[in-house]
C-alpha cells in the first residue's frame, strides 16, 4: 500500500536552516505530484506548494513563494521541503501528500517544526 | 487560483442527527474534490475522495455528493466520535485548495 513517512519533529532558532523529509513506498514514485501542506496551531489547511514526480517541475502558492524551497530525490523516492532562513512564524505542523492513479489522496504523519530563540 | 467557500464554519448537532457540509468551488474543478475530518493534535483523516468516494474503513454513514462546483458532505447519523473538525479540498489544480473548515459541535 501507498505510504508517506516523513521525518521527525524538529527544533530550531531562528535563522538557521532546515530540510524536512518525506519519503514515499509501496508506490511508483514518478506519478503525479508530492505536495506540502502547512497547518500552524489551531488554525486551518494551507497548501504550501508542489512538486511533479515526472518532470520535477514545482508551484508554489503565493503565500510560499520564495519563502520555501521543494525538490526531490526520486532514486530514493523522497521529497523535501527546504527553509533557507526560519522565522518564529514558521512554527507549524507540516505534511506531504501525493494521490495515486484512482484519485485516492494519502498524506504523510506530519513533521512538527518549532523555530524559537 | 480557485477559492473553495465550505460551510457552516460552525455546526452544533444531536448524536443520531443528519447534517451536511457544503464546499463551492469558484470554477469548475472536475470531480477531484477530498473531505476530511481532523481532531485536534492528529492528522487530517481522509473520508472521501473524488467527490463521492468512501475511503476504505470510513463508516457508510459519510457521503459526497458534487453538482457542478457544488460539492456536500453528509453525516447521515452522528455519532459520538464525529464530532471534530471538517475540511474539503480541491486537487484538480495545483495550489490543492483548502475549505476554511466546519467544526461540529455536539448540541
Known amino acids: 500500500e501507498l505510504q508517506l513517512v516523513q521525518s521527525g519533529a524538529e527544533v530550531k532558532k531562528p535563522g538557521e536552516s532546515l530540510k524536512i523529509s518525506c519519503k514515499g513506498s509501496g508506490y511508483s514514485f514518478t506519478n503525479y505530484w508530492i505536495a506540502w501542506v502547512r497547518q500552524m496551531s489551531g488554525k486551518g489547511l494551507e497548501s504550501m506548494g508542489l512538486?511533479?514526480?515526472?518532470?520535477?517541475?514545482?508551484r508554489y502558492s503565493p503565500s510560499f513563494q520564495g519563502q520555501v524551497s521543494i525538490s526531490v530525490d526520486k532514486s530514493i523516492s523522497t521529497a523535501y521541503l527546504q527553509w533557507s532562513n526560519l522565522r518564529a512564524s514558521d512554527t507549524a505542523m507540516y505534511y506531504c501528500?501525493?494521490?495515486?492513479?484512482?484519485?485516492?489522496?494519502?498524506w504523510g504523519q506530519g513533521t512538527l517544526v518549532t523555530v524559537s530563540s | 487560483d480557485i477559492q473553495m467557500t465550505q460551510s457552516p464554519s460552525t455546526l452544533s448537532a444531536f448524536v443520531g442527527d443528519r447534517v451536511t457540509i457544503t464546499c463551492r468551488a469558484s470554477q469548475i474543478i472536475s470531480d477531484l474534490l477530498a473531505w476530511y475530518q481532523q481532531k485536534p493534535g492528529k492528522a487530517p483523516k481522509l473520508l472521501i475522495y473524488k467527490a463521492s468516494n468512501l475511503q476504505s474503513g470510513v463508516p457508510p454513514r459519510f457521503s459526497g455528493t458534487a453538482s457542478g462546483t457544488e460539492f456536500t458532505l453528509t453525516i447521515s447519523s452522528l455519532q459520538p466520535d464525529d464530532f471534530a473538525t471538517y475540511y474539503c479540498?480541491?486537487?484538480?489544480?495545483?495550489?490543492?485548495?483548502f475549505g476554511q473548515g466546519t467544526k461540529l459541535e455536539i448540541k
Open positions: 512538486i511533479y514526480l515526472d518532470d520535477f517541475n514545482t
Open positions: 479540498q480541491q486537487y484538480n489544480t495545483y495550489f490543492l485548495t
Open positions: 501528500a501525493t494521490r495515486d492513479n484512482s484519485g485516492r489522496l494519502y
